[in-house]
């Protein structure tokens, strides 16, 4: 490696799915603006988002409605005012979104709409059937690129640049050139995704690896609701493929689940049956694995017009088939995997996050608008309302948030420039990468299987144990994939923490020991910050 050059920009935008597209679009004519990728440009969480985005749109919906259903799935731990700015800015992000020539499904010159889990409407607008997200990060680049906005993908941001407790930039491993270099920025932007890969069963691409929320966490900003982590009920499980997510558009369409004696069991668990929230739906199919000892329940189509689905579905329809299944006529494995993750960097209503300088939108961020459950097809929503919202206000950079409405304290970079260095994972005597790849395969099991769907305070604090004797090694000059290791190890930790912490049960979060909800003791959000205990306001 080549020592570290240095480049200038006003605005630098780590991530470029949906929030840091949207977040870029904004801030472009405000000044010099960078956005960066790990991988090529468009290869994103948003890019393989399927089902759709919701908005109320249709004759025969209201804001009003939207707001009560995104409230119910968040098992009453939803930031209301966080909501009300989703529900009610959505709609003009998406027809800006249409201006810019996102073109969704309609029927004749109407938007079509279809109907997922926990919504009283159907208000999910997709766009070549279910290639919703593909299409919008092409409307979002064309827009993009017509402005001065400079891409630069294949670079992995290892760390943030602290002088005097402010966020003054990033450091960055160029893979391609095999170089070390540091933008440094009048604002910073985290739109770095999701993270999760962090379980060994997820629908979530393999760059979900929670970067920002531990490069976030180390340089001192506060974390919050880390703990509430979404498990999707329909992964295609097949042996040795990846975890291919069937949507939830498919039980809005009309599909049904069965268990290996084909027995339709939603009806049993739920009122709203098949279309009930997605933490319910998945909880009650780990009840039927464990009440029938199989693998996998079927997700089953055929009850469906063959012709519609192959139109509606064709994405899913190809995939399947690659596999020798055919959606139309033959039932189809699945089995729940992580999906979202309703926590992340804490900011207020406008990005900022407790860091000076430092922003975070997308799905790295909470602000608290999905509460402990996220409503289906409100993240690509999130990323547009949200994302927009962040770039207005880095532009001028504005102080730091008191998202806790306490003052908040930044913990290291006091005095001088520096680097938040890894804290964790250390060694300057190169181990195999073999060794890491073998404790990350370990730490994502740990997940899984303690961490996941139901927990405890044992499988937790065993997880917690575990963990503590799998930090990965990281060699003196790590690549990309060593710091993703230590990363994920990182992630891994803060959740399984939050998870104990939170002695009760509410949306995603599950715990045996604690199976109902306690709004006085813990309707109030999760924070943890480096060095500092679990804490909840
Ligand atoms: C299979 C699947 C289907 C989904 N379907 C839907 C749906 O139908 N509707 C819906 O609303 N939501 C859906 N979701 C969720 C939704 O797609 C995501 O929450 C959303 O797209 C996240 O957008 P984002 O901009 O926050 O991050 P992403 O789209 O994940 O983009 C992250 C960006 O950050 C970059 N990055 C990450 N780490 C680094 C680093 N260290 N250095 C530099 N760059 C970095 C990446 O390269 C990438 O450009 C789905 C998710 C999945 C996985």
Same mark, same amino acid.
């Given at each position: 490696?080549?020592?570290?050059?240095?480049?200038?920009?006003?605005?630098?935008?780590?991530?470029?799915?949906?929030?840091?597209?949207?977040?870029?679009?904004?801030?472009?004519?405000?000044?010099?603006?960078?956005?960066?990728?790990?991988?090529?440009?468009?290869?994103?969480?948003?890019?393989?988002?399927?089902?759709?985005?919701?908005?109320?749109?249709?004759?025969?919906?209201?804001?009003?409605?939207?707001?009560?259903?995104?409230?119910?799935?968040?098992?009453?731990?939803?930031?209301?005012?966080?909501?009300?700015?989703?529900?009610?800015?959505?709609?003009?992000?998406?027809?800006?979104?249409?201006?810019?020539?996102?073109?969704?499904?309609?029927?004749?010159?109407?938007?079509?709409?279809?109907?997922?889990?926990?919504?009283?409407?159907?208000?999910?607008?997709?766009?070549?059937?279910?290639?919703?997200?593909?299409?919008?990060?092409?409307?979002?680049?064309?827009?993009?690129?017509?402005?001065?906005?400079?891409?630069?993908?294949?670079?992995?941001?290892?760390?943030?640049? @602290?002088?005097?407790?402010? *966020? &003054?930039?990033?450091? =960055?491993?160029? $893979?391609?050139? +095999? %170089?070390?270099? #540091?933008?440094?920025?009048?604002?910073?932007?985290?739109?770095?995704?999701?993270?999760?890969?962090?379980?060994?069963?997820?629908?979530?691409?393999?760059?979900?690896?929670?970067?920002?929320?531990?490069?976030?966490?180390?340089?001192?900003?506060?974390?919050?609701?880390?703990?509430?982590?979404?498990?999707?009920?329909?992964?295609?499980?097949?042996?040795?493929?990846?975890?291919?997510?069937?949507?939830?558009?498919?039980?809005?369409?009309?599909?049904?689940?069965?268990?290996?004696?084909?027995?339709?069991?939603?009806?049993?668990?739920?009122?709203?049956?098949? @279309?009930?929230?997605?933490? *319910? &739906?998945?909880?009650? =199919?780990?009840? $039927?694995?464990? +009440? %029938?000892?199989? #693998?996998?329940?079927?997700?089953?189509?055929?009850?469906?017009?063959?012709?519609?689905?192959?139109?509606?579905?064709?994405?899913?329809?190809?995939?399947?088939?690659?596999?020798?299944?055919?959606?139309?006529?033959?039932?189809?494995?699945?089995?729940?995997?992580?999906?979202?993750?309703?926590?992340?960097?804490?900011?207020?209503?406008?990005?900022?996050?407790?860091?000076?300088?430092?922003?975070?939108?997308?799905?790295?961020?909470?602000?608290?608008?999905?509460?402990?459950?996220?409503?289906?097809?409100?993240?690509?929503?999130?990323?547009?309302?949200?994302?927009?919202?962040?770039?207005?206000?880095?532009?001028?950079?504005?102080?730091?948030?008191?998202?806790?409405?306490?003052? #908040?304290?930044?913990?290291?970079?006091?005095?001088?420039?520096?680097?938040?260095?890894?804290?964790?994972?250390?060694?300057?005597?190169?181990?195999?990468?073999?060794?890491?790849?073998?404790?990350?395969?370990?730490?994502?099991?740990?997940?899984?299987?303690?961490?996941?769907?139901?927990?405890?305070?044992?499988?937790?604090?065993?997880?917690?144990?575990?963990?503590?004797?799998?930090?990965?090694?990281?060699?003196?000059?790590?690549?990309?994939?060593?710091?993703?290791?230590?990363?994920?190890?990182?992630?891994?930790?803060?959740?399984?923490?939050?998870?104990?912490?939170?002695?009760?049960?509410?949306?995603?979060?599950?715990?045996?020991?604690?199976?109902?909800?306690?709004?006085?003791?813990?309707?109030?959000?999760?924070?943890?910050?480096?060095?500092?205990?679990?804490?909840?306001?």
């Amino acid at each position: 490696m080549k020592s570290p050059r240095t480049r200038e920009a006003d605005y630098l935008v780590i991530g470029c799915g949906v929030a840091g597209l949207r977040a870029a679009i904004e801030l472009a004519g405000a000044g010099k603006v960078l956005v960066l990728s790990k991988a090529e440009l468009t290869e994103s969480a948003t890019q393989y988002a399927q089902g759709g985005i919701a908005a109320a749109l249709s004759d025969e919906d209201e804001i009003a409605l939207h707001y009560q259903d995104t409230l119910q799935a968040g098992d009453s731990l939803c930031h209301q005012a966080a909501v009300k700015i989703l529900v009610e800015e959505g709609p003009a992000r998406i027809q800006e979104l249409i201006e810019w020539g996102a073109a969704f499904d309609r029927n004749g010159t109407k938007l079509a709409f279809t109907r997922e889990g926990a919504h009283s409407r159907s208000r999910i607008l997709h766009a070549h059937g279910d290639s919703t997200g593909r299409e919008i990060t092409r409307a979002l680049f064309a827009r993009a690129r017509a402005s001065s906005i400079e891409f630069l993908p294949y670079m992995f941001t290892t760390e943030l640049l @602290l002088e005097n407790g402010v *966020v &003054v930039g990033a450091r =960055l491993l160029d $893979e391609r050139q +095999k %170089t070390i270099s #540091e933008i440094r920025a009048r604002a910073l932007l985290l739109a770095t995704g999701g993270l999760g890969q962090v379980y060994s069963e997820t629908t979530n691409p393999s760059l979900a690896t929670g970067d920002g929320v531990a490069i976030a966490y180390r340089a001192g900003a506060v974390l919050r609701d880390i703990e509430f982590v979404q498990f999707h009920p329909t992964a295609l499980y097949c042996q040795g493929a990846p975890r291919f997510l069937l949507s939830e558009a498919l039980r809005g369409e009309g599909a049904c689940l069965r268990n290996v004696d084909l027995e339709r069991f939603m009806p049993r668990y739920h009122e709203a049956a098949d @279309l009930a929230p997605r933490d *319910v &739906v998945s909880r009650a =199919l780990m009840m $039927e694995l464990l +009440k %029938t000892g199989a #693998e996998f329940v079927y997700l089953d189509l055929t009850g469906l017009d063959p012709e519609h689905v192959r139109a509606r579905f064709p994405r899913i329809y190809a995939t399947c088939q690659e596999h020798n299944l055919d959606i139309t006529a033959d039932l189809l494995p699945v089995r729940p995997a992580a999906h979202y993750a309703m926590g992340g960097i804490a900011t207020d209503l406008d990005g900022r996050t407790t860091l000076a300088g430092l922003f975070a939108a997308g799905e790295v961020a909470c602000n608290g608008v999905h509460g402990a459950n996220r409503l289906a097809s409100n993240s690509l929503l999130e990323g547009l309302v949200y994302g927009a919202r962040a770039g207005r206000a880095m532009a001028p950079s504005q102080a730091p948030a008191k998202v806790s409405g306490r003052e #908040e304290k930044n913990k290291v970079g006091k005095s001088s420039s520096r680097v938040a260095a890894n804290p964790g994972p250390s060694g300057s005597n190169d181990p195999l990468p073999a060794d890491g790849a073998r404790r990350v395969a370990q730490i994502r099991e740990v997940m899984w299987q303690k961490v996941g769907i139901i927990r405890s305070a044992e499988s937790l604090q065993a997880a917690l144990d575990i963990l503590a004797r799998l930090a990965p090694p990281l060699p003196s000059s790590p690549g990309r994939t060593q710091y993703e290791q230590s990363n994920l190890h990182i992630v891994a930790e803060v959740i399984a923490r939050c998870a104990l912490a939170r002695e009760e049960s509410r949306g995603a979060h599950y715990r045996s020991d604690f199976p109902c909800r306690d709004d006085e003791r813990w309707g109030r959000y999760s924070r943890i910050a480096l060095g500092q205990p679990v804490t909840f306001e």
